[in-house]
C-alpha cells in the first residue's frame, strides 16, 4: 500500500516536471547565440496597473514575440521607484536584468533619496522609448479663464495644484513652471492617480496637472477646461487641444514630460547592449506598439532615443530638476 | 435605464463563451483570493496575457467575476486558518475564527457566502440604477470627509477585545505608528527609516496581518499543548439554512449599504468598509460582548460590506475613469492595453458594457452562493487534517504569501518578527486585531488630517464646518460614547427597578 | 513577569521611535502640523497609555494574581522560529524547491510525525506543488539559490 503510494507520486512528479521542461526549451530553437539563453527579467519598478507597468506589460509582450527567450516583466513597486532600482543593482550585470526607468529615477539622483546610490553611474541606457506630455487644465466651473488669468491670480494669491508624490514629477514639473512664470503654487499631494482626479473634480484644488491621455478624456467630457500644454509646438493631433496655447508659445520654456525608457547595470556586456538594443528598436516598428502609441497618445512628440541620446536627455533633466529642486526647498 | 441595452447585456453575458468565462473568473478569484499574498489585483494582472486576444467586453466580463470571486475567497482562510487572504477579510478572522475553534467552521463559511452574496448583488444593482448620481455625490467627498471616515472607522478599537480597553487602544496606535514608517506623505521626508531603503515605502501591511495573525496562531497552537493541538476535532459541516439569514436582514442591509458607499470613494475599499460596518454591527447589537468569541454578526457585518465595496468601486470607474479601489485600477488598465481609453466618456463609448459587468457581477456573486455551498464541505474538512500537516502548510503559505507580496524576502522577515511580537501581543491581552485596523486606517488618518489643513490654510474648524464631515464625526463621537450612555440608562433602569421592588 | 518584561519592550521600542521622531527633517513646509507633529503626538499617547498599563501589570504582578498562564514557550515553539530563519537563508542558498522540502519535512517531524518515508514523500510533494502553484502558474519570481542551482530551477519555474 504504502509502496504504491510512494510510486504513484513519483510518477505525478516526474510527470510534471517533464511538462514543464518541454515547455520552456521549446521555446529556443532559433539560433544559437550565446544570450539570451533563459528568459530576461524586465524590473518594472512601479506597481501593477500603474501607467509604466501598463507600457512596460506591452512592450515586453510586443518584443517578446521576436525572441529566443522572453521579456518577463516583474514588478517591484515602492519608494517612487526606488526598490526596483535597488533590486536590479542587486543582480547580475549579465543582460537578464533589464530596469524600466522614469524621469522619478533622475529625480531620485537630484534629491539623492537613493543614499549611495547614483542611477546616472549605476546603470547605462538601452533606449529610451515613450514619452509623455503634460497639460495643465481647471475644473469646467472654475474662475480661472485662461492662462493668462491663471498666471494673473497666481501672482496675487496661491493656487493649490493635486499631484502624486511630494518631491516627485508633478511637484518639480509645476514649480518649475511657477518659477518661470512667476505664480505662486501650494503642491497638495495625494495617494494615487484616481485621488487626483477626484480631487480636482470635487473642486478641493485649483488647478490639475495631468498627462495628455487623462486629461484629454476629462476635456472631451467637458469636467475640465484646458489651459496650457508643457510643450513646444501647438497639438493639432487632438481636436479639444487646438486651441489651447503651449508653454513655448507663451514664453515660457517649460516643457518637462515624463518618458520611459530601459537601462542594464553597469558593465553589462557590449554585445548584450547591441542585442537589446535591435530587438527595443524592432518592437519600436511594429505596427503594434504603433497602435498603442497612438491609443494612449504618447506619439505626439518623438521620443525614441538611442543610448548615447538618452543619457544626454537625462542629464539635461538632472540640470532642471536640480534647479528647481533648489529653488523649492526641496534640496538645500 | 435603457431595456434594450439591458437585454442585448444579457444575452451577451450568458452566451455561453461568456458565461463561460463568469465561471472561469470566479472560480480563479476565489483560488486567488484565499491565497494570502495574493491579491485579486495580482490576479488580474495574470490574466492579462489571456484578455488581450479576447476582445473588449469578454475581458471584462472575465475580470469583473474574478474580482467579484475574489473578496470571497479571502474568508476561507480567514475562517479556517486565522489567515486572511486578502486585507478586506481582516475584520472577518475576528469572529469568523473563533467560530472555527468551536468548531462551527462549515457555518461560519456559509454565513460568508450568503453574506458575500448578498452583499454582491446588492451593489451591482445599486450601480445599474444609481450609478450617475451616487458618482456625483462621491465627489463631495473630500480630506474632510476622509478624515472623519477614518475617525468613525478607529473608535471600533475602543469596542473590539474587550477585556482592556486600555491594551487595544495602545495596539491600535502602535498599528497607526508602524504604518507612519516610510516617506512622509505631505513633503517625502523619510521618516524611521533608520537609513535603510526598504523602509521608505513603509511597511507592507499584507505580511504583518500574516504574521500577526497566522504564524502567531500557529505559535499558539504548538505551545498550547503539544500533539493534541487541533482545533475541536469535531469539525461540525452544517451549514446555515437560508432562512436563517432572515435573521440577520438589518445587518445585511446595513452593512451592504456601508460597503457599497465606501467602496465608491477612491483611495479606500474593501478592507476600510468591511471594518466600518463591523464596528456598526458591535455598536447596534444587543450582545457587544460576544463580539470576538465568534459571534455570527461578526462574520455577516464585513463579508457583506467587503463584497458591496466590490460592487461600489465599480461605479466611479465607470461614470468618471477615476477608479474606486486599486483592483479596479488595474481593470481599467487592462482595458487601456486594449486600446479603450478610461474616462468619463467610457459608458457611452461602450453602452454596453455597464449591463454585461452588471450580469457577469450577478451571476458571479450567484454562482459563488451556489458553488460555495457546496464547496464549504470540501473546505472545512481541510481541518480534520492532522496538524502537523495543516500547520506546516499554514507555514508554508504564511511565508509564500509575504514573499509573493513584494517579491522580496524582506517582507518574510516582517511577517516572521510580526508572528513573535502578535503571539505575544495576543498572550498579554493586547489585540493584534487594532494593530492591524490602526495600520489600516492610519496613513489615511495623518494624510487627509494634514491635507486638509494644508488646503484650507491651517483651518481646524473646517472639519465641522463641512457637513457631511461634520455629520461623519458626530456619528463617530455618539459610537464612542454609546457604550457609557447605554450603561448608565441601563443602571439606572436597574437601580429603579431595586428601588421599586424593594418598596 | 513575562506581561511586565512585554511591556518595558514595547515603550522601549516607541522610546526609540520617539528619539528616532527628532531626526525627521521638516524639509520644504507644508502644512501646519509637519511631517513629525503627528508621529510624536501619537507616540507621547502610546507612551502614556503603555505606562499606565505597566503599573497595572506590575500590581497585579505584586498582589499574586499575575501568574496567569504560563507561557509554555518548548521546543516546538523555538524550533519554528529557528526553522523558519534557516528556511529564508536556504531559500537564496539552494533554491525555493530544496529549501522547501528541507523545511517541509523538519516541520512534519518538529510537529509529531514519524513515518519517515511518507513524510519524505510529503515534503517533496508539497514543495513541487507550492513550486507549480506560486512560481509557474503565478509567476511568483521564486528565490532561485546560487550557482549550478540557479541554472537548474530554470526547467522547473
Known amino acids: ?332 | 435605464m435603457d431595456f434594450q441595452l439591458l437585454l442585448d447585456g444579457l444575452l451577451t453575458t450568458i452566451s455561453p463563451v461568456n458565461l463561460l468565462l463568469v465561471f472561469a473568473g470566479m472560480l480563479i478569484g476565489v483560488f486567488f483570493g484565499s491565497l494570502p499574498g495574493i491579491s485579486s489585483s495580482m490576479g488580474i494582472v495574470l490574466m492579462l496575457p489571456f484578455t488581450y486576444y479576447m476582445g473588449i467586453l469578454p475581458s471584462i466580463i472575465l475580470l469583473v467575476a474574478l474580482y467579484a470571486g475574489s473578496s470571497y475567497g479571502g474568508s476561507i482562510t480567514a475562517i479556517l486558518f486565522n489567515t486572511p487572504g486578502t486585507p478586506e477579510s481582516v475584520a472577518t478572522t475576528f469572529d469568523g475564527y473563533p467560530m472555527t475553534k468551536q468548531g462551527k467552521a462549515g457555518r461560519a463559511l456559509s454565513l460568508a457566502i450568503s453574506a458575500s452574496a448578498f452583499g454582491g448583488v446588492f451593489s451591482v444593482l445599486i450601480m445599474l440604477f444609481l450609478a450617475p448620481p451616487l458618482s456625483t455625490i462621491a465627489l463631495k467627498i473630500q480630506s474632510a470627509e476622509y478624515f472623519a471616515l477614518t475617525v468613525l472607522g478607529l473608535i471600533v478599537i475602543a469596542s473590539i477585545g474587550t477585556k482592556s480597553p486600555l491594551k487595544a487602544i495602545s495596539s491600535g496606535l502602535i498599528g497607526i505608528m508602524i504604518a507612519l514608517i516610510g516617506m512622509d506623505p505631505m513633503v517625502g521626508v523619510d521618516r524611521f527609516t533608520f537609513g535603510h531603503i526598504e523602509l521608505m515605502n513603509g511597511l507592507e501591511m499584507i505580511p504583518i496581518m500574516i504574521g500577526a495573525f497566522a504564524l502567531a496562531e500557529v505559535l499558539n497552537q504548538v505551545t498550547e499543548r503539544h500533539n493534541q493541538i487541533n482545533v475541536d476535532k469535531k469539525v461540525s459541516l452544517e451549514t446555515v439554512k437560508l432562512i436563517d439569514m432572515i435573521k440577520y436582514k438589518w445587518v445585511l442591509l446595513k452593512s451592504a449599504v456601508i460597503g457599497t458607499v465606501i467602496g465608491i470613494l477612491p483611495g479606500t475599499g474593501g478592507s476600510i468598509a468591511s471594518i466600518v460596518s463591523y464596528g456598526e454591527a458591535i455598536r447596534s447589537s444587543k450582545n457587544k460582548e460576544r463580539f470576538g468569541q465568534g459571534e455570527e454578526e461578526g462574520v455577516v457585518a464585513p463579508e457583506t460590506a467587503n463584497n458591496a465595496a466590490a460592487g461600489g468601486a465599480m461605479i466611479p470607474t465607470l461614470v468618471l475613469g477615476i477608479p474606486g479601489s486599486p483592483t479596479t485600477a488595474i481593470i481599467l488598465a487592462a482595458l487601456a492595453l486594449q486600446g479603450l481609453q478610461p474616462g468619463p466618456q467610457l459608458m457611452s463609448d461602450q453602452p454596453l458594457m455597464l449591463y454585461c459587468i452588471f450580469f457577469s457581477m450577478l451571476i458571479a456573486s450567484v454562482t459563488v452562493f451556489i458553488g460555495g455551498r457546496i464547496g464549504v464541505k470540501a473546505f472545512a474538512a481541510i481541518l480534520k487534517l492532522p496538524y502537523s500537516i495543516l500547520g506546516t502548510l499554514i507555514v508554508l503559505l504564511s511565508m509564500v504569501g509575504s514573499y509573493a507580496v513584494g517579491n522580496s524576502m524582506f517582507n518574510v522577515w516582517i511577517m516572521f518578527l510580526f508572528g513573535i511580537i502578535g503571539y505575544f501581543m495576543k498572550k498579554y491581552h493586547f489585540s493584534p486585531a487594532a494593530l492591524i485596523l490602526g495600520l489600516v486606517l492610519g496613513p489615511m488618518m495623518e494624510e487627509n488630517l494634514r491635507r486638509q489643513l494644508l488646503v484650507t490654510n491651517g483651518d481646524y474648524l473646517s472639519f465641522i464646518t463641512r457637513p457631511i464631515s461634520a455629520v461623519i464625526l458626530l456619528f463617530a463621537i455618539v459610537a464612542l460614547f454609546y457604550p457609557v450612555i447605554a450603561k448608565a440608562v441601563k443602571n439606572r433602569k436597574n437601580s429603579n427597578g431595586d428601588v421599586s421592588s424593594n418598596m | 513577569m513575562g506581561e511586565v518584561i512585554f511591556h518595558v519592550f514595547l515603550i522601549i521600542v516607541m522610546g526609540l521611535f520617539f528619539k528616532d521622531s527628532f531626526a525627521i527633517t521638516s524639509g520644504r513646509s507644508a502644512d501646519p502640523i509637519g511631517p513629525a507633529g503627528f508621529p510624536q503626538t501619537l507616540l507621547i499617547i502610546i507612551i502614556v497609555l503603555l505606562l499606565i498599563s505597566l503599573f497595572k501589570a506590575i500590581r497585579k504582578l505584586k498582589s499574586g494574581e499575575g501568574k496567569g498562564e504560563p507561557l509554555n514557550l518548548n521546543f516546538a515553539y523555538f524550533g519554528l522560529l529557528l526553522g523558519i530563519i534557516v528556511f529564508i537563508i536556504l531559500n537564496d542558498l539552494i533554491s525555493f524547491t530544496l529549501a522547501t522540502i528541507v523545511f517541509t519535512f523538519f516541520l512534519f517531524w518538529m510537529l509529531g510525525q514519524k513515518r519517515y518515508v511518507r513524510m519524505f514523500v510529503q515534503s517533496i510533494l508539497v514543495a513541487v506543488v507550492f513550486t507549480l502553484v506560486f512560481g509557474k502558474v503565478l509567476s511568483v519570481p521564486l528565490p532561485r539559490g546560487m550557482g549550478i542551482l540557479k541554472e537548474l530551477t530554470y526547467f522547473l519555474y
Not at chain 1, 506630455?133 to 493668462?148: C, H, Q, T
Not at chain 1, 518623438?302 to 538632472?318: C, I, N, V
Open chain 1, 1 to 332: 500500500m504504502k509502496k504504491r503510494f510512494l510510486l504513484s507520486v513519483m510518477i505525478i512528479g516526474s510527470l510534471l516536471l517533464a511538462a514543464c521542461s518541454s515547455s520552456q526549451s521549446s521555446a529556443g530553437n532559433k539560433g544559437n547565440k550565446d544570450y539570451p539563453k533563459r528568459p530576461i527579467e524586465l524590473v518594472v519598478p512601479f506597481g501593477e496597473g500603474s501607467a509604466s507597468d501598463t507600457f512596460a506589460r506591452k512592450y515586453a509582450e510586443i518584443m517578446s514575440k521576436d525572441m529566443d527567450q522572453p521579456l518577463q516583466p516583474v514588478n517591484k513597486d515602492g519608494s517612487g521607484g526606488l526598490v526596483g532600482m535597488v533590486y536590479a543593482h542587486g543582480q547580475a550585470n549579465d543582460g537578464y536584468t533589464v530596469l524600466e526607468v522614469t524621469p522619478s529615477h533622475v529625480i531620485a539622483d537630484v534629491l539623492g533619496t537613493g543614499k549611495n546610490m547614483k542611477f546616472l553611474e549605476e546603470f547605462e541606457p538601452i533606449a529610451r522609448i515613450q514619452e509623455d506630455i503634460y497639460v495643465l487644465s481647471v475644473p469646467a466651473n472654475s474662475k480661472i479663464k485662461d492662462f493668462d488669468n491663471l498666471v494673473k491670480m497666481g501672482k496675487e494669491k496661491e493656487i493649490s495644484f493635486a499631484g502624486v508624490s511630494p518631491g516627485g514629477l508633478d511637484d518639480l514639473t509645476l514649480n518649475a513652471l511657477a518659477d518661470a512664470t512667476g505664480m505662486k503654487v501650494k503642491f497638495v499631494p495625494y495617494g494615487s492617480g484616481s485621488e487626483v482626479k477626484a480631487a480636482v473634480l470635487g473642486g478641493e484644488v485649483d488647478v490639475y496637472l495631468d498627462k495628455l491621455i487623462n486629461t484629454v478624456n476629462y476635456i472631451k467630457d467637458g469636467k475640465v477646461r484646458p489651459m496650457v500644454v508643457l510643450n513646444d509646438k501647438r497639438i493639432t493631433q487632438i481636436d479639444e487641444l487646438k486651441d489651447t496655447p503651449t508653454t513655448v508659445e507663451k514664453g515660457y520654456d517649460v516643457t518637462i514630460g515624463s518618458w520611459r525608457g530601459f537601462v542594464v547595470k553597469k558593465g553589462t556586456p557590449q554585445e548584450v547592449k547591441d542585442y537589446l538594443l535591435e530587438q527595443v528598436k524592432k518592437a519600436y516598428e511594429t505596427e503594434e506598439y504603433k497602435k498603442f502609441n497612438e491609443d494612449s497618445l504618447t506619439n505626439i512628440r518623438d521620443s525614441f532615443l538611442e543610448p548615447e541620446e538618452f543619457k544626454k536627455a537625462m542629464q539635461e533633466d538632472y540640470k532642471v530638476f536640480d534647479k528647481v529642486a533648489k529653488q523649492t526647498g526641496l534640496k538645500k
